[in-house]
């Protein structure tokens, strides 16, 4: 695992029936070198009598972006009401079996690619919104979840959006279908041009000092500086430690960073989407439902390419607890192979997994997510 030019940024909230005893988020991002505007501020009042507005917006004008428009919530009785019970088991959605499930947006022509989960209640999920057609006319849009509603923010100021990564809640990194990649830290959004770069799929690290991303070219964060680090396109990258990480191309191989140079193995004949590792185990996926494992210095092929089906296109695990998701199923690593599990949250087309300490996150294309405890 992008115009019209359109003026303004709209943030959307839905809750899915509950509240948040949190201050009222300010706006979000504001306004920065890069001219992104800031955002609206959002949400009711709070407060122990009537609740004051929702807070100012806190985008300050860039040197093209606009400044962020003034709150628009209104005075309530008694403020919001608390999100009741704890956010790794609380289902703001509907429960299928252990799973809770939801639709981030309603219908329309947006996909979602990708969703990371820093903690139960911050966990992001990227795409792009393609109401005025398809690639490259597809515009950004991400949407967060702080544990109790989603908050989806059209961008049709951004590409669309491929991959998301964070070293902390206030060190996100988002790339999508252009040559910059884009940090949040806490209240802005910047756009960093990346030299050599014309388009991202995927973004993973182990820290703000090791970052990496891939699409066109395969790129490295040293907390200073984007520089490339290999010709190669990319499709998928996981980052063991620093001096250590893996990458899918999307075509046939799969490419082993170790400090100073990259390695390459020839896996399938067509497709490898997606790829994960832990440092003692790696596993791959593509087209045909192909699935890979190398340890102990070799690859071994568990699933061979069967068909021209898109096949498995994401991975990701904790430990020995790895999925992989694409084709309708989701399936878990059982000794040396994986099957599906008995509990699929179906009739979701899953393209995206993230395996947290506390939680498995599923996220489909058209906004659904469902995520369970581990």
């Not at 206030?170 to 940090?183: A, K, L, M, P």
């Not at 102990?296 to 430990?319: A, C, H, K, M, N």
């Not at 099957?339 to 395996?355: C, E, H, L, S, Y």
Request: aromatic share 12%.
């Amino acid at each position: 695992m992008s115009q019209a030019k359109v003026l303004g940024i709209v943030s959307v909230l839905w809750a899915f029936g509950c509240g948040n005893s949190n201050p009222n988020p300010p706006g979000f991002p504001t306004g920065g070198s890069n001219g992104l505007a800031g955002h609206p501020g959002f949400g009711p009042g709070t407060g122990t009598g009537g609740g004051a507005g929702g807070a100012a917006g806190q985008g300050t004008a860039g040197s093209t972006g606009a400044a962020g428009a003034a709150g628009a919530g209104t005075a309530g009785t008694g403020g919001r009401a608390a999100c009741p019970g704890d956010p790794l088991t609380r289902c703001t959605g509907t429960m299928m079996g252990a799973w809770c499930t939801e639709t981030v947006t309603p219908g329309g022509l947006n996909s979602f690619s990708t969703i990371w989960a820093n903690r139960p209640d911050d966990v992001w999920f990227v795409g792009g919104d393609f109401s005025r057609g398809i690639v490259p006319d597809g515009t950004g849009m991400y949407a967060h979840f702080d544990g109790c509603a989603w908050t989806v923010t059209p961008r049709p100021d951004l590409p669309q959006l491929n991959g998301v990564w964070g070293a902390a809640p206030n060190d996100v990194w988002i790339v999508g279908t252009s040559s910059n990649v884009y940090h949040w830290d806490g209240a802005t959004l910047t756009a960093f041009p990346v030299q050599g770069a014309s388009y991202f799929k995927s973004v993973h690290g182990t820290s703000s000092t090791d970052v990496w991303a891939v699409g066109s070219g395969i790129f490295h964060w040293d907390g200073i500086t984007w520089s490339p680090m290999a010709a190669s396109p990319g499709n998928d990258v996981w980052a063991v430690a620093p001096g250590d990480a893996w990458v899918a191309s999307g075509n046939t191989d799969a490419l082993h960073f170790t400090g100073a140079t990259f390695s390459t193995t020839t896996l399938t004949d067509f497709g490898l989407f997606s790829i994960w590792s832990d440092g003692t185990q790696t596993y791959a996926g593509g087209e045909g439902e192909a699935l890979f494992r190398f340890a102990g210095g070799s690859w071994t092929t568990l699933q061979g390419r069967g068909g021209s089906s898109e096949g498995f296109v994401d991975i990701g695990g904790l430990g020995a607890d790895v999925f992989a998701v694409g084709n309708g199923m989701v399936v878990r690593l059982a000794g040396t192979a994986f099957t599906p599990i008995p509990d699929n949250p179906a009739p979701m087309f899953f393209k995206t997994i993230w395996v947290s300490p506390t939680q498995v996150w599923l996220g489909a294309g058209d906004g659904s997510v469902a995520r369970r405890v581990r």
